[in-house]
């Protein structure tokens, strides 16, 4: 059995889309995952199962939206591609807070993303970075604040999902202990 991570987009934000934590590690358990654990509310799941990552996702996603309701977009990386985004990371020794950098994990390669429109609307103290796998960003003054994290999905053009730099290191160290 592998390792794996599942991050799940849009879930209990602003009361919408409610998927209880616990009800997420019964749900993964009852789909055959072991080991399962999850790190705070937005969805974040480490587990293992003998599946590849694409049909981890479409089940997981399936379950889902015929247990809640809802079909949220769900992300299954194995264990070593998550940690390879999460060590590739440009901007994790530049932020004073992990809280300020965010890593948005892609469904596949932006290789349409809309580079000029990104560089338009980065201020001046942000900075990004494109890979295959991953979008860096760092955002000084908060990723709240930002016209560029506001449209990167749009510039992006594929399916994302974001966390910040402290949510993966945390996901990284679940999966520290499922080696």
Do not use: W
């Amino acid at each position: 059995m592998q390792a794996f991570v599942a991050l799940l987009r849009g879930i209990n934000v602003g009361g919408n889309n409610i998927l209880p934590m616990q009800k997420f590690r019964d749900l993964l358990t009852e789909l055959g995952c072991t080991d399962v654990a999850t790190y705070i509310q937005s969805g974040n799941a480490v587990f293992r199962h003998s599946d590849t990552a694409l049909q981890l996702s479409a089940v997981i996603a399936d379950s889902i939206e015929s247990g809640f309701g809802f079909r949220p977009a769900v992300m299954v990386f194995a264990a070593k591609e998550f940690a390879d985004i999460a060590a590739a990371n440009p901007y994790s020794s530049e932020a004073e807070e992990l809280k300020q950098v965010h890593i948005t994990f892609l469904g596949s390669p932006a290789s349409n993303a809309n580079l000029s429109r990104m560089r338009e609307l980065a201020s001046d103290s942000e900075t990004f970075t494109l890979e295959d796998s991953a979008y860096y960003m760092h955002a000084p003054l908060g990723i709240g604040r930002s016209k560029l994290a506001a449209a990167v999905d749009k510039c992006l053009g594929v399916a994302t999902t974001s966390r910040n730099a402290r949510t993966v290191e945390k996901v990284c160290e679940l999966l520290d202990r499922l080696a």
